[in-house]
């Protein structure tokens, strides 16, 4: 075997240790997960396409789902910790189709998952669209205020429900 041929296997060889030293490296830097110390709702432009009391049953009912569902990643004493910030920019309570049991709606609710680093810098932002399926019923006529909140929750709950899987953590 020539040497050139012995210097070209080691040289390759080395290349494939120093990518697989390199590799183990970089996991535990990706394996370290984010932790929140802080979950603000922004819901100012619900209020000014779906007024008042809508927006306010989101901001109601999100930061508590959402707290719900980062549980594991909450660290509210930690000065270190990223702030997450849910910006929901529109919410539709679809129209429901027929009569009581023949046809349902689709409810949406959508958004943007704003994570700021400790010093306030932009680390993520990502969108995020969640649905939820209403089935109407026949109380819904005269508490249709109660029925509204409640599917205006379920949207808050299914948001809160995505925002993990969508963060990637």
Do not use: H
């Not at 697989?20 to 370290?32: D, F, G, I, Y």
């Not at 929140?36 to 779906?50: A, K, Q, T």
């Not at 958004?111 to 209403?134: C, D, H, W």
């Amino acid at each position: 075997m020539s040497i050139s041929a012995l210097s070209r296997r080691a040289a390759l060889s080395g290349l494939g240790a120093l990518a697989v030293l390199s590799m183990s490296a970089v996991r535990p830097a990706a394996a370290q997960t984010i932790r929140f110390r802080e979950i603000r709702v922004d819901v100012w432009r619900l209020r000014g396409s779906d007024g008042d009391q809508t927006a306010d049953w989101v901001e109601d009912s999100l930061p508590r789902d959402l707290a719900k569902a980062l549980a594991p990643y909450m660290a509210p004493a930690g000065r270190n910790g990223a702030i997450l910030l849910a910006r929901i920019d529109n919410l539709d309570l679809g129209a429901a189709s027929g009569a009581r049991g023949a046809g349902g709606a689709l409810d949406s609710i959508e958004g943007v998952l704003i994570v700021s680093g400790p010093r306030g810098g932009l680390a993520a932002q990502t969108p995020l669209k969640a649905i939820a399926s209403y089935e109407p019923s026949a109380i819904d006529q005269p508490l249709f205020e109660e029925a509204y909140y409640a599917r205006v929750a379920a949207l808050a709950e299914a948001f809160a429900g995505s925002a993990r899987r969508r963060l990637g953590i």
